[in-house]
Structures are given as structure tokens and as C-alpha cells.
T-cell receptor
Framework: EDQVTQSPEALRLQEGESSSLNCSYTVSGLRGLFWYRQDPGKGPEFLFTLYSAGEEKEKERLKATLTKKESFLHITAPKPEDSATYLCAVQPIYSGNTPLVFGKGTRLSVIA | DGGITQSPKYLFRKEGQNVTLSCEQNLNHDAMYWYRQDPGQGLRLIYYSQIVNDFQKGDIAEGYSVSREKKESFPLTVTSAQKNPTAFYLC???????????????FGPGTRLTVL
């Protein structure tokens, strides 16, 4: 069964304190791994897609990396506006546009 | 502006009533999806559709129904058979193509349904 586990469930950081969020996955074959940001009461906002081990993508203070079994979302010198829930999802390789399998998310709080 | 709209933002339902949540997209996406989100839980797939007049059940389809009469629209009906419908409902859409890069799902703003 395809599965996604995110850790930690919640993370509290001081402004400027860098850290990483983890997404471990189990799929028979990976078509893509997706990171989203979700603010309270809003729909998820797309951040990154990663397709193969060793791939990295960056956007402002965020950097996503991918290995064969997990992905990391590194947050460098976070600011309070980075506070949100970060969701990880995988798409199995069976065929195109199979639905995504989501983790439960990591709730990040950045304190000024 | 291209995007996905969901309405209403908040919806209240009495027990025993059916309610319909609207989802419209103007991104010319082929595939559309409905997810349910409960506090502390990940997104769970209710139904999805890859083409007009066709749709598939997701992991938690019981008590829900959908239609896809137009490419742009994918309404979700929460029926009285759904025993615990209070949740945040999210609609998403994506292209349907051979390249993995086209599979990114984009989400609407969500509808919060509360059963009174």
C-alpha cells in the first residue's frame, strides 16, 4: 500500500533558526513527489514537484530534496510568515494522473 | 485570472439534508478531484474525474455523489447517508497528459461544511 509519513507533526522555531521537515514514502514506483503549503482555512498552495532521486528545487527560503525513500524540505532562516502546515504527497507510477497520496502534514510555527 | 473557485465558503446543513458543493475551474484542466480534510488528518480522496461524464471513487466515496457534465465543473453532493460530514472540502484540478510535469494538482480555497 502506498503510504506517506511526515515528521515532525509540529515544529516550533525561532525566527532565523533553520531546520528541516521530513517526508518518508512507500510506493511501488514514484512518478512524482509534491510539496504544498497550507494556511489555516485555505486550500493548499503548490510549492515543488520532484521526480527523481538527487533532484533539488529552491524557492526563497525553502529547498526541497529527494532520495529514494524520503524527501526533505529545508527552511533557511525562517520568518514568521513561513508559519503554515506543509503537506507532502506522492503520485504512484501506475499511470498518468493517478490521485495523489498525502501525508498528514507538518505544522510549522515561526516565532519572532 | 485563471483558477479554481469553490462555493460557498461556509455551509451549514441540518441532519437528513443533502447539500451540493460547487467547484469550477477555468484552467482548461482535464482532471478534477474532491478531497476531505479533517483536523490533524491528511487529505483523503472522495472522487475524481479525468474526462466529462466519467468519474471514479476514491478512498471514502460512501455517502457522496458527483457529476461531471462539463469540463469546467465538478459538483459534489453530500448526502444524508454520510454519517459524519462536518469537514473541510477541497477541490483540485490538473492536466491530463503523458508528462509527469503536468500532473501537479492545483487546489481551490475550500468549503467548510458544518452539520447542525
Amino acid at each position: 500500500e502506498d503510504q506517506v509519513t511526515q515528521s515532525p507533526e509540529a515544529l516550533r522555531l525561532q525566527e532565523g533558526e533553520s531546520s528541516s521537515l521530513n517526508c518518508s514514502y512507500t510506493v511501488s514506483g514514484l512518478r512524482g513527489l509534491f510539496w504544498y503549503r497550507q494556511d489555516p482555512g485555505k486550500g493548499p498552495e503548490f510549492l515543488f514537484t520532484l521526480y527523481s532521486a538527487g533532484e533539488e528545487k529552491e524557492k526563497e527560503r525553502l529547498k526541497a530534496t529527494l532520495t529514494k525513500k524520503e524527501s526533505f524540505l529545508h527552511i533557511t532562516a525562517p520568518k514568521p510568515e513561513d508559519s503554515a502546515t506543509y503537506l507532502c504527497a506522492v503520485q504512484p507510477i501506475y499511470s498518468g494522473n493517478t490521485p495523489l497520496v498525502f501525508g498528514k502534514g507538518t505544522r510549522l510555527s515561526v516565532i519572532a | 485570472d485563471g483558477g479554481i473557485t469553490q462555493s460557498p465558503k461556509y455551509l451549514f446543513r441540518k441532519e437528513g439534508q443533502n447539500v451540493t458543493l460547487s467547484c469550477e475551474q477555468n484552467l482548461n484542466h482535464d482532471a478534477m478531484y474532491w478531497y476531505r480534510q479533517d483536523p490533524g488528518q491528511g487529505l483523503r480522496l472522495i472522487y475524481y474525474s479525468q474526462i466529462v461524464n466519467d468519474f471514479q471513487k476514491g478512498d471514502i466515496a460512501e455517502g457522496y455523489s458527483v457529476s461531471r457534465e462539463k469540463k469546467e465543473s465538478f459538483p459534489l453532493t453530500v448526502t444524508s447517508a454520510q454519517k459524519n460530514p462536518t469537514a473541510f472540502y477541497l477541490c483540485a484540478s490538473s492536466l491530463l497528459g503523458g508528462a509527469a510535469s503536468q500532473d501537479t494538482q492545483y487546489f481551490g480555497p475550500g468549503t467548510r461544511l458544518t452539520v447542525l
